[in-house]
C-alpha cells in the first residue's frame, strides 16, 4: 500500500477516536452512476482546481457520525489544517479536547490538558490513515495516485463538484465502502461509509489559506501553533 493510500486508511480510525453500500446517503449517492472517464477527467481536475492552489488550508469542522447498530449520532467539532507538506492536523474541541496529527507514517494524538502525546504507526489505524491520505491527494492535485487506488465517479451535472471514490484493493474495501467529496470553491462537505454501512460526515467552514504555518494570522494562530507543538 503507497504512502498516500495509507495515510489515508488511518484518518477515519482516529477521526472516530475524537469523538455499506458504496453509495454515501442523499442525492450525492448519485455520483457512483457517472464513471470518471477520458472526456470528464478535465473538468473534474478544472473544478477542484482551487483546492490545489495553496500550500496550506485552515478551517473548522463538524464531524458526525451515525452508528447503525447503536441508533445513535455523535458530533465533534473543531478546527483543522491542511498542508501539502506537514500533514494533516485536526483540532477537536468538543465533545472532549484534543488535538489529532496525521502524517504519512504516523499519528499522534495530543491530550492537550494533561499534555500526553500517544504516537501510533498508520498502518495500525488504516481507515483514518486512508481518509487523510485521500484528502492530502486531492488538496496536491494528485489524480494519478488516486485512480491507482479508487475508482473514480464524477458528477458535473452540479454547481461546483462532487467526486465519489471506491477503494480497489479489498482489504481497503472491507474498512472503507465509498468516500464523497462535494464543494464549490472549497472541499466543504466529505462523506465516508464504512464497511459496516456506518455514516460519517465532515462539514468544512469558514476555510482560510496560507503559505505556510509561520504566516496564519487571526483565530486559526493557535491551531498553527498547535500544528507545530503535536509533532514535537
Known amino acids: 500500500m503507497n504512502p498516500i493510500f495509507k495515510s489515508v486508511v488511518v484518518l477515519v480510525f482516529a477521526l472516530g477516536t475524537l469523538g455499506g453500500t458504496a453509495f454515501a446517503a442523499g442525492s450525492a449517492s448519485d455520483v457512483f452512476k457517472k464513471p470518471l472517464t477520458e472526456i470528464s477527467k478535465p473538468a473534474l481536475q478544472e473544478s477542484i482546481a482551487v483546492l490545489t492552489a495553496s500550500p496550506l488550508t485552515v478551517g473548522n469542522f463538524k464531524q458526525t457520525r451515525n452508528i447503525k447498530k447503536l441508533n445513535r449520532e455523535f458530533v465533534s467539532t473543531g478546527s483543522f489544517a491542511i498542508s501539502r507538506e506537514e500533514g494533516i492536523v485536526w483540532d477537536t474541541e468538543k465533545p472532549f479536547p484534543s488535538v489529532l496529527w496525521v502524517g504519512?507514517?504516523?499519528?499522534?494524538?495530543?491530550?492537550?490538558?494533561?499534555?500526553?502525546?500517544?504516537?501510533?504507526?498508520?498502518?495500525?489505524?488504516?481507515?483514518?490513515?486512508?481518509?487523510?491520505?485521500?484528502?492530502?491527494?486531492?488538496?496536491?492535485g494528485k489524480f494519478d495516485e488516486l485512480a491507482?487506488?479508487?475508482?473514480?465517479?464524477?458528477?458535473?451535472?452540479?454547481?461546483?463538484?462532487?467526486?465519489?471514490?471506491?477503494?480497489?484493493?479489498?482489504?481497503?474495501?472491507?474498512?472503507?465502502?465509498?468516500?464523497?467529496?462535494?464543494?464549490?470553491?472549497?472541499?466543504?462537505?466529505?462523506?465516508?461509509?464504512?464497511?459496516?454501512?456506518?455514516?460519517?460526515?465532515?462539514?468544512?467552514?469558514?476555510?482560510?489559506?496560507?503559505?505556510?504555518?509561520?504566516?496564519?494570522?487571526?483565530?486559526?494562530?493557535?491551531?498553527?501553533q498547535k500544528f507545530k507543538n503535536v509533532k514535537k
Open 104 to 140: 504519512d507514517n504516523a499519528i499522534v494524538q495530543w491530550d492537550v490538558n494533561r499534555n500526553v502525546k500517544k504516537t501510533m504507526a498508520a498502518k495500525d489505524n488504516p481507515v483514518f490513515a486512508e481518509f487523510s491520505g485521500t484528502i492530502q491527494s486531492v488538496f496536491s
Open 148 to 224: 491507482r487506488n479508487f475508482d473514480i465517479y464524477f458528477d458535473d451535472s452540479r454547481k461546483g463538484f462532487c467526486v465519489g471514490l471506491v477503494p480497489k484493493e479489498r482489504t481497503v474495501a472491507r474498512i472503507i465502502a465509498s468516500i464523497t467529496l462535494e464543494g464549490v470553491n472549497e472541499l466543504e462537505k466529505v462523506s465516508i461509509v464504512d464497511g459496516e454501512q456506518n455514516l460519517v460526515t465532515y462539514e468544512f467552514t469558514g476555510q482560510a489559506h496560507f503559505k505556510d504555518l509561520d504566516s496564519v494570522e487571526g483565530t486559526f494562530k493557535d491551531l498553527a
